[in-house]
């Protein structure tokens, strides 16, 4: 017999999983999915993002996210140089975090997370000219839209000089997820049209 979630189920599970929206500093990753018959509801946390969403077997769907700091990619080594050099950013030690960063920078240039991360850095150490132009270089060439979406976001917010570092961060860290969204679910959905 053929069993499906009817959609009040599916948005009382979805309320159930809310209150995971406030745990957006988990560092570790934990992810929870229920779903019969082309239904499914999930909720991810971890690493600075937390995001609950419902789909249903159309290719519909709805996603709630918070944004904070994420890692895309790289080598190891970076990537465990850029998780340093992040903690040291959120717990204010610039400096620290600008050496991790450009450190990183010069053994991997032109890697992504780390020059993102510098450009930060720098307009929190008021050097605002110099951290949006790092910014408005930034390149993923992997991530079109969210290459895209950071350098547009750094030229406009370079024109606010109204607004603190954490509200550039914050910025700054919303369009870079958008960005990286829209190329994610353009992927999938041209994986889908092979199927």
């Known amino acids: 017999?053929?069993?499906?979630?009817?959609?009040?189920?599916?948005?009382?599970?979805?309320?159930?999983?809310?209150?995971?929206?406030?745990?957006?500093?988990c560092v570790t990753g934990v992810g929870v999915g229920v779903g019969t018959s082309g239904t499914s509801v999930g909720v991810g946390i971890g690493g600075g993002r937390t995001s609950v969403g419902v789909g249903v077997s159309g290719g519909l769907g709805a996603s709630i996210n918070s944004y904070?700091?994420?890692?895309?990619?790289?080598?190891?080594?970076?990537?465990?140089?850029?998780k340093a050099g992040i903690k040291q950013l959120d717990d204010g030690n610039f400096e620290?975090?600008?050496?991790?960063?450009?450190?990183?920078?010069?053994?991997?240039?032109?890697?992504?997370?780390?020059?993102?991360?510098?450009?930060?850095?720098?307009?929190?150490?008021?050097?605002?000219?110099?951290?949006?132009?790092?910014?408005?270089?930034y390149r993923d060439p992997y991530y079109y839209?969210?290459?895209?979406?950071?350098?547009?976001?750094?030229?406009?917010?370079?024109?606010?000089?109204?607004?603190t570092p954490e509200e550039i961060h914050k910025a700054m860290n919303r369009e870079r997820r958008d960005g990286y969204d829209r190329d994610a679910q353009e992927r999938l959905e041209m994986r889908r049209e092979t199927w």
């Open 96 to 137: 620290a975090a600008r050496k991790i960063f450009t450190d990183t920078l010069e053994k991997y240039p032109d890697l992504p997370d780390s020059t993102y991360y510098l450009g930060l850095t720098l307009i929190y150490l008021g050097e605002r000219e110099a951290g949006f132009g790092l910014l408005k270089t």
């Open 68 to 82: 904070g700091d994420f890692l895309n990619n790289g080598p190891n080594e970076a990537y465990l140089n850029n």
């Open 145 to 163: 839209r969210g290459t895209s979406a950071v350098q547009r976001m750094a030229a406009y917010l370079e024109k606010k000089p109204e607004l």
């Open 1 to 25: 017999m053929k069993q499906t979630l009817a959609p009040l189920s599916v948005a009382l599970l979805a309320a159930l999983f809310l209150p995971a929206l406030f745990l957006t500093g």
